[in-house]
């Protein structure tokens, strides 16, 4: 495990910007960075509260795999439907896998990780 640091903080904050400005989702979104492991089998969650999707991910994690959680979770807030939907349809379904591939292709094999400063 790493530790959080100003300088992964401001990294994650800058891809999760650069990702609301170049994928919509349903409500606006909001990154929580904890500086402490959710659980240790959960490196992210996706959750809604009211009109807004908060994503909360594992800070002390590697920063390239605190990444990879963010677009992770940031594919389930793009798909994100009612509640009650999200209640009984499988985890990562089809529109989920891609939703992520998009993003994935965009920020490492198009390049966009490397734009994003």
């Given amino acids: 495990m790493g530790r959080l640091t100003e300088q992964k903080k401001r990294r994650l ?7 609301t400005q170049n994928y919509m989702t349903p409500f606006p979104t909001t990154l929580v960075i904890l500086g402490k492991a959710i659980d240790k089998k959960v490196l992210g969650t996706t959750s809604k509260s009211k009109r807004r999707i908060y994503i909360a991910i ?7 795999r605190a990444i990879e959680t963010l677009v992770h979770e940031y594919a389930h807030a793009m798909t994100w439907t009612y509640q009650s939907i999200e209640d ?3 985890h990562h379904c089809p529109e989920w896998g891609l939703a992520y591939a998009r993003v994935y292709q965009d920020l ?8 994003i400063k």
């Fill in 13 to 19: 904050n800058r891809i999760h910007v650069y990702l």
């Fill in 58 to 64: 594992d800070g002390t994690m590697e920063q390239s």
């Fill in 88 to 90: 009984v349809r499988p």
């Fill in 108 to 115: 490492w094999e198009d390049g966009g990780l490397e734009m």
